[in-house]
């Protein structure tokens, strides 16, 4: 078997297959290991920009080629979206930046559209009464609204994870394109640390927006108008501010500078944060511990100084801003 030994960008990629019975341990002027010395010394250089030696001119050659992974799969989502509802006209002739926002402006809002509509008529209509009173449930004026601002915001926050595959392409990152270059106990170790330091890092952005009285003032109050169990609804889950939006999002962001991840989970738990938001916003405890679900974020849009968390409560608890919705004797279960 073949095994690719990653040098360092100055430094011609050795091809040649080890001696039998060497040892995987690099030297000093190799950065990691790909294939069969992966799983010890997985990404293991400062940045993505090391793998198979880059050339930042731009040649195809060493770490062009795997950077080229991530342009190429960039691409094929571009194909399966615009591809299916534009003419090609509109939109091959658009440079590749552009063609990636707007397909992540197509697919966030189909998402939005997609996650509110189902859910709303899961609990208002389906639902009606079970777990959100009759005289508890948004007005149809509330959620236009919520969704008049989302969609304001929407070119916005299209242009975050936009982005970030620009940096991931470019090689400013530690994305991986393939979980077989790490090996599944690497991708599980690094996916859990990547969302510990979303999490830490959302729960003090969304903190500091409410302490520091200008980002609330002028940012974050937009969101906490919905301050009411009539007034939440699926559709405030990306009711913000563009700036707000967006900088509640960076963390997904900047962990890709810290932590070796998988490029195509980044982009799906990216847009995933659309259909969390939207559950954490219909006011319904689903008492899943330890996940910080809508009872617990009811309560943050109620006393404005709880439950800042994202997924789960570990972060307040941490930090003293915990209030269980048992303490707070409130709403459905289910």
């Known amino acids: 078997m073949t095994h690719l ?22 030297p000093a002027s190799r950065v990691g ?15 993505a920009t090391s793998l198979i030696g880059v050339n930042r001119e731009g040649r195809m050659g060493g770490g ?43 697919g966030g809002t189909f998402i939005y559209f997609l996650s509110g509509f189902l859910w ?16 508890e449930i948004p007005t149809r004026k509330a959620m236009i609204l919520q969704i008049y601002v989302a969609m304001k915001a929407m070119p916005w926050y299209s242009a975050l994870p936009t982005l970030s595959e620009y940096m991931v392409e470019s090689g400013w990152t530690r994305c991986f394109s393939r979980i077989s270059d790490v090996g599944w106990p690497a991708y599980i170790v690094y996916m859990s640390i990547y ?14 927006l409410h302490d520091i009285k200008p980002l609330y003032k002028y940012l974050h109050a937009t969101h906490h108008i919905y301050n009411k169990q009539n007034t939440l609804s699926p559709f405030a889950g990306l009711a913000f501010h563009p ?14 500078l810290l932590v ?44 404005y100084r709880h439950n800042y968390g994202h997924y789960t409560i570990w972060v307040d608890w941490m930090f003293g801003t915990l209030q269980d919705p048992k303490d707070d004797g409130s709403k459905k279960v289910m």
């Open 64 to 106: 062009g080629e795997y950077l080229k992974l991530f342009v190429d799969e960039a691409s094929f989502y571009n194909r399966i979206v615009l591809g299916n509802l534009l003419p090609a006209a509109a939109w091959e002739s658009l440079p590749h930046p552009l063609q990636t926002w707007l397909r992540n402006y197509i």
């Open 5 to 26: 030994i990653i040098n360092s960008p100055l430094q011609p990629v050795n091809r040649d297959p080890p001696a039998v019975g060497s040892s995987c341990l690099p």
């Open 195 to 208: 969302l510990a330091l979303v999490e830490f890092g959302i729960y003090w952005m969304h903190r500091e």
């Open 120 to 135: 709303c008529f899961y609990i208002y209509y389906l639902k009606r009464n079970v777990y959100v009173p009759k005289d």
């Open 243 to 256: 700036l707000d939006g967006i900088l509640q999002a960076v963390p997904h962001v900047m962990a890709l």
């Open 33 to 47: 290991v790909v294939s069969g010395c992966a799983s010890l010394y997985p990404l293991s250089g400062i940045y």
């Open 260 to 303: 070796p991840t998988h490029f195509t989970t980044h982009m799906a738990l990216v847009f995933l944060e659309a259909i969390w938001t939207a559950n954490i916003h219909d006011c319904i405890h689903s008492n899943m511990w330890p996940v910080m679900g809508a009872g617990y974020h009811t309560i943050h849009h109620t006393t």
